[in-house]
């Protein structure tokens, strides 16, 4: 499928807002670490997290389970706090900032998708997307006019008047990267978005963020555990017991490439 649909057709995010080399990094944290208490147990998720990402992008996180990957999602989406360490998020160090401020943080800053879409079954696909501008007190008529922006930019836009159940499990990730992309965020983070989608419209989906990065001068932080989605970004980092064990230069790279580097990052000392 082309996935050329988001040629110029979506408000550019990105627009005014110079690529951030020279200014602050995206993403920036400094000897985060992150446990969880359950019981009398102590998990350390993260143990002093160092990952800096100049510039916008397609980037991927890579590990293995319990690595600590979604833990580190949760902190870089403000859901969160690290115990120790700093997370800065387009130059706004979070933990400077008041519940309040945090609040349109998220709102402005950082869209989410996670690996279930985390649909309303009662709502049109629509009608999904506007939802948190509706939440938010925005206008209808705007908001509907740019989440049918959304939807034909990301290719489904002719499925707009459907419910969850009637779109493929490709289409309904799709709607709900809409849905992330509706406050125009600068940063889009990505949790195993295709963990639910078959190879084919992995792919497809793959290429529509690698697009959606590039046209709109965001940056796309997907987690992911396939070396084929990670050959779609131009760089991973690799998280090994909840530290950042190094990063790989994927641009250009195809998937048994990455798998290749993959094995021998983990398994150097
Ligand atoms: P990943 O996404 O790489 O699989 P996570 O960040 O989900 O890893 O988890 C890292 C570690 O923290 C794991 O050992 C996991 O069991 C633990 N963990 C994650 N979330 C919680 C939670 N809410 N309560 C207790 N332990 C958790
Ligand atoms: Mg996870």
Sequence with gaps: MSTGGTNGELRN????????????????????????R?????????????????DPGFYAIMG??????????HLLA???????????VSGHAL?????RDLTLFRRNN???????????????????????????????????????ELLDALGVGARAGHRPDALSGGE??????????????????????????????SEVLWSLLGDLAKQHTMTIVMVT?????????RRTFILQDGRVKGALETEGLDASGVATRYQHLVAAP
Excluded at 13 to 36: E, M, T
Excluded at 41 to 48: I, K, P
């Design 172 to 201: 309904q990730q799709r709607v709900a990267i809409c849905r992330a992309l509706l406050f125009a965020p600068p940063v889009l983070l990505a949790d195993e978005p295709t963990g639910n989608l078959d190879s084919k419209s």
């Design 13 to 36: 995010p990105g627009a005014g807002r110079a690529p951030s080399s020279g200014g602050p990094p995206v993403v920036d944290c400094r000897g985060v670490f992150k446990s969880y």
């Design 64 to 73: 293995a389970s319990g690595s600590g990957k979604s833990t580190l999602m």
């Design 110 to 148: 950082i869209g989410i998708v996670f690996q279930q879409f985390n649909l309303i079954p009662t709502l049109t696909a629509v009608e999904n997307v506007e939802l948190p501008g509706m939440l938010a007190g925005e206008r209808a008529g705007k908001l509907r006019a740019r989440a049918r």
């Design 78 to 88: 403000a859901l969160d706090q690290p115990e120790q360490g700093t997370v800065a």
């Design 38 to 54: 359950l019981a009398e147990h102590e998990v350390q998720a993260l143990r002093g997290v160092d990952l800096t990402i100049q």
């Design 95 to 99: 933990q400077d900032l008041s519940e």
């Design 225 to 233: 555990h396939e070396p084929a989605a990670a050959a779609h970004c």
